[in-house]
């Protein structure tokens, strides 16, 4: 028999975790499992579901397949001292952290908008001490915390971190693998307090369809202890039950179903709409000073009462027949599953 | 060697020397911006079957512009899946993705580098994006090649966060943490010269130098003790081919123009 | 009591005695044979909306007639999902599974049971087919409900081997052991009665005698000691309603007749 | 920091196992990332593929979507010696067992054929000694011991098998968890030496598609050394490429192609033809003797060269419409997707 200890332990706070028996109480206590209809508003879902100190989760990848519209709607609800899964995180997170709404963050990827550079905003709110990182970690850790947290145990083993400050700053620990005797970094499980995610389609009860690349949706979805789902369409559940093998999300994971057609904006919708690239760009103009800031927000959110209405202010109807136009260049219609 | 009008720049350059290290037929992981382009770049020249993949699922597309984002629908558009996060940080885990293809901000002697934070971690002068899929490609696929900026405050002695793992401390480093076997840092590209790592010291050494750079150049640029053998090459020049065909993936220079 | 003329066979009544035992707007992960007909006669009567589940993936089935198999495409006929182990095992580790609904060879006094083999181990006098999904049923979902045919070989002091737990050696057990809180044995269901577990002791305790049982019989029945409280029940029998529902589930007979 | 220790270990063969750096070496060596044209014969895939004492899984569940042409190939060529994973294995163990190709067995379920009774050969080879149980698991037990394989990681810890006889002789540990410090249970990885999954429709580099509940085979292709497809239908490798996220398992980790259009009977191909209840009747009965199984292989088996012939010698073309008809019952058709 191979003995087995911990070697070392990351000093990162753990953030999201949950005993297992902890959470499986949490869920039967909490997470029905009657078909109802879940459909309200984004602000209804916001005020009912996210809660200050509650740990958040945003679905979708970089810019792709972003809840806009939730984000939007819990800077417009003035939300405070959430933390958030910087989970390749990038426009969400920026808008949260400049808006004050996240003051901490656990980051794989966070503070960047990949190639168009750095987020000014939020990366200005860590240089100043406003948004703390509590801890480290990288987007397969992030994935393997939201399959943990899914799959109801405590960690997943895995081979990353090993060696660095990166896993010094994480929540994982090092053991020598009771199999193979080889040091082992064991991830800890993230159940978030809210995952937001968006989807092309929902029914009334919460059977989401995602096209493409599920990204890490399917963990996240399954891990989150309340979901809100926005999506492009509410969709009769008969269509649910005519293709079961097409449902990445079933009804008893989700806690609200918000119908926002362009949801993501300015974010891509995969198959749908491309980025809106003059709205990120202004934000990363604007962002550059915190007055910028607050005319963002001022325009955008806050004189603003829905998703609606902002869509007319970025270009209306106009402007996203051409994103979406751009997106169909690709050759390809989500109807095509 | 013959002198040639300069017709391209850095980024053109290092997008070409970095296609060039791509054998057909095997299968990389890419970042966005100048991976994705070197990546498209072999997969439409000397790499046909090169099996790219993305972090979010996508494998194997078939895109003729280069994806804005590792997530994005041109990732798998024409790919031969699209899946998940889970799928593809599996693959890499398991030993099926040969290349990756990273960024960073800065790098040592070991090849290991840093894309978290510039200065100190908790007052930081630069707070960078973190790992991202950094640490996971490092770690786990079997060649990591590192495209980057070169400068002193880049190639450094000691990296101000260790974010992705290189040969850590030297030969049996990374064995001795846990990762696995037979991978590390294999090629560095930065816009004056291509490096490896010396086989027994694993330290970072010279292979050639960009067109038109100088060894010194080289030396005036890192921080830390360069390995320099007697055989120094100099680095091919993009062809007119490879331009044209870099400018195609790029029409909008979004990663090109930058 | 009134008598009424008997139309109906065990399997009938341990169906309908099962079916009635599931709440609405509750999960149950479900077995081959009983317990689909079981948890599908309870769909169509007394608990329309239950959610039932399979362990190959089929979750939500609207099928009208009893799946062959719990991989078969009716698990999934106009489900809500027909996804995988990986997503189905995933809900019962994570809490979202109310009832398992389990089958047995030998069951003893704190619900543990057996379906591994009869007699020595290593040379069986019966080997059955192991565990199948039943440990992972029994160790996870919130209430097990057992379904089997009950004599003294079936209802034994010591199971020849303990395939799936129950209350294991008696209070607490279960949680020392690992197992999740607040799960375990919720009935026992037999061709003769009904059985519960007592809370204090988790010893088997009899709930209900199915009509025209008496208890002298489901002692003489049983090998181990049964906790008979004051007052014992005697089961419903099913309906004309619910007989006519489980012959159109069960149209060949293919578990009612067996 | 809390203490952790191994509790205890089961005292079951642990078979399948591999240290994740031996694998990656064999998969570095071995697997290659070409797309070439693997289509074969059964008979090729199964003389190139299987050596004795190989780890082999089966795919699909039961008798659902299981690759009896292989089965049936792998008897034809008296492979022997081989290990199988029992994860609800039924029609193929029992034939596999009886004709004496697969002397060991790791069980979550077999020797029983579901609802159908007991299986009597196979039973009757481990009552007698002729085959042995190796070591016992459960099918969440099977699925994530595939899961790790895939992985790459050497377990996945669970919270089933605790506290019983399934623990004892199985090949799994308990531990304390470093986080929760309660016991969990390690399932240690498995990648088979050679996996066989029967699919819809694949191209001829082995992009394979399945329809339906994928049961546990995106697990067991991925965890696989060497993997069998057998598909109902070779496709244009450009009907690949049209829809991406129909593919269950990309070629990079299939070896084999094979062509056998009904391949799963008498098992059921989901949504394309049923159950077969003759055939297997005629079985469970003659296999009662074994003379009976003598007869059966003869018959069906060893006096036959190929698939095509054992179909018509099964009712034909006549009876496989049948089949599709009585699966067509239930009101869809795979091409729905």
């Known amino acids: 028999m191979s003995k087995v200890e911990i070697i070392e332990e990351g000093k990162g706070q753990l953030v999201g975790f949950r005993d297992p028996d902890e959470n499986r109480r949490w869920v039967l206590d909490n997470k029905s499992r009657t078909p109802e209809d879940k459909r309200m508003s984004a602000q209804e879902a916001v005020s009912k579901f996210i809660k200050p100190g509650d740990y958040i989760a945003s679905g979708g990848f970089g810019h792709v397949r972003v809840s806009m519209a939730i984000i939007y709607e819990i800077i417009r609800q003035k939300k405070q001292s959430l933390i958030m899964a910087g989970k390749t995180a990038v426009h969400d997170i920026d808008l949260l952290v400049a808006a004050g709404c996240v003051d901490k963050v656990e980051v794989a990827y966070s503070f960047g908008h990949e190639l168009r550079g750095l987020s000014n905003a939020s990366r200005r709110a860590v240089q100043t001490g406003k948004c703390k990182v509590v801890s480290e970690i990288s987007n397969a850790g992030y994935q393997w915390r939201f399959l943990a947290g899914m799959m109801g145990i405590p960690f997943i083993p895995s081979r990353i971190l090993l060696g660095t400050d990166t896993f010094k700053k994480s929540s994982t620990k090092i053991i020598n693998c009771p199999f193979t005797n080889k040091p082992l970094t064991l991830i800890p499980s993230c159940n978030p307090d809210v995952g937001i995610i968006h989807v092309h389609r929902c029914d009334k009860y919460g059977n989401a369809q995602i096209d493409g690349a599920l990204i890490e949706d399917f963990e996240l979805s399954h891990a989150s202890r309340r979901l809100i789902v926005t999506t492009e369409k509410v969709t009769p559940h008969r269509k649910t039950r005519l293709k079961p093998w097409r449902t990445s999300i079933p009804f008893y994971y989700v806690d609200a179903v918000v119908e926002v057609p362009y949801g993501s904006h300015p974010c891509q919708m995969p198959m749908e709409y491309f980025f809106d690239e003059d709205h990120i760009s202004e934000w990363l103009r604007l962002s550059k000073t915190d007055a910028g800031v607050k005319e963002y927000l001022e325009k955008y959110i806050y004189s603003v009462n829905s998703f609606d209405q902002y869509l007319r202010l970025i270009g209306g109807q106009r402007k996203l027949n051409r994103l979406k136009k751009m997106e169909m260049t690709t050759g390809w219609k989500a109807e095509a599953k | ?258």
């Open chain 2, 1 to 258: 060697m013959p002198k040639k009008t300069v017709n391209y720049n850095q980024v053109e350059l290092m997008a070409s020397v970095a296609a060039k290290l791509l054998e057909d037929n095997k299968s990389v992981l890419v970042g966005t911006g100048l991976p994705v382009l070197a990546a498209m770049l072999a997969q439409q020249s000397n790499a046909p079957n090169i099996l790219i993949m993305y972090e979010a699922g996508g494998v194997g597309s078939q895109a003729s512009v280069v994806p804005v984002s590792v997530g994005e629908s041109r990732t798998f558009y024409h790919g031969i899946a699209a899946s998940s996060m889970h799928d593809v940080m599996s693959a890499l885990q398991g030993g099926f993705v040969d290349y990756g293809f990273l960024g960073a901000a800065q790098i040592d002697m070991y090849g290991n580098i840093n894309t978290t934070v510039i200065g100190d971690y908790d007052t930081p002068k630069v707070r960078l994006p973190g790992s991202g899929g950094a640490n996971d490609a490092g770690s786990l696929c079997f060649k990591t090649i590192i495209l980057m900026k070169q400068d002193i405050k880049r190639f450094v002695k000691k990296l101000d966060f260790l974010t992705t793992p290189g040969y850590l401390t030297g030969p049996g480093a990374r064995e001795k943490a846990g990762l696995p076997k037979n991978t590390g840092p294999y090629r560095v590209i930065s816009q004056l010269g291509v490096y490896g790592f010396d086989s027994d010291t694993k330290k970072m050494m010279l292979l050639s130098t960009h067109p038109n750079v100088s060894i010194e150049e080289i030396k005036e640029n890192c921080s830390f003790e360069l390995t320099i053998p007697v055989n120094v090459e100099t680095s091919e020049e993009p062809t007119d081919q490879e331009l044209k065909i870099l400018r195609q993936i790029d029409p909008m220079k979004i990663v090109i123009g930058k």
